[in-house]
T-cell receptor
């Protein structure tokens, strides 16, 4: 099974960009990488997913390395509301069950 | 509010009692997932349904746990003879057909077993 590695925590200043890294060196060529986040006292929420090329949506951007062994979630301008635990989730089987690790706890300083 | 709802939000029970939680997914969603989250950890998969069929159960789901989704709509998760180790947040999520990678989570039910 593919596994992911993320830093335990990161800090950012409000309104500055944040780059959250994830290593997934065992991922296969057809596996998507998904990112979720969990705000305090809430259930997780979907952020973004991608396969090869960079992806953008209203919440974030996902930059995937050319060798696909790593990816970076980019928050272009962090806000206090972005303080959360961010999970880089390896590909699932046909069940699409989500395998959460410990994630990266993002602290945003005002 | 058309999101995933869970009831109750909090439950305190004594060891040995049975508890039942309910999850109401978004109405068009055919897949429904249950996860459990303990303090400081990421959620762990418990089981999932496609429509009314329960297709997979985690090894975490001991025989004291049972889940149902009788008409492919709401789901219940029952824990019999609760133990202190069952104390956790129980999360429900659902997804659209063909978009199972994008799961919508409810607020969770926090269970405390005393």
């Amino acid at each position: 099974d593919a596994k992911t590695t993320q830093p335990n925590s990161m800090e950012s200043n409000e309104e500055e960009p944040v780059h959250l890294p994830c290593n997934h060196s065992t991922i296969s060529g057809t596996d998507y990488i998904h990112w979720y986040r969990q705000l305090p006292s809430q259930g997780p929420e979907y952020v973004i997913h991608g396969l090869t090329s960079n992806v953008n949506n209203r919440m974030a951007s996902l930059a995937i390395a050319e060798d696909r062994k790593s990816s970076t979630l980019i928050l272009h301008r962090a806000t206090l509301r972005d303080a959360a635990v961010y999970y880089c989730i390896p590909p699932a089987d046909s069940s699409y069950k989500l395998i959460f690790g410990s994630g990266t706890r993002l602290l945003v300083r005002p | 509010d058309t999101g995933v709802s869970q009831d109750p939000r909090h439950k305190i029970t004594k060891r040995g009692q049975n508890v039942t939680f309910r999850c109401d997914p978004i109405s068009e969603h055919n897949r429904l997932y249950w996860y459990r989250q303990t303090l400081g950890q990421g959620p762990e998969f418990l089981t999932y349904f496609q429509n009314e069929a329960q297709l997979e159960k985690s090894r975490l789901l001991s025989d004291r746990f049972s889940a149902e989704r009788p008409k492919g709509s709401f789901s219940t998760l029952e824990i019999q003879r609760t133990e202190q180790g069952d104390s956790a947040m129980y999360l429900c999520a659902s997804s659209f057909p063909g978009q199972a990678y994008e799961q919508y989570f409810g607020p969770g039910t926090r269970l405390t077993v005393t």
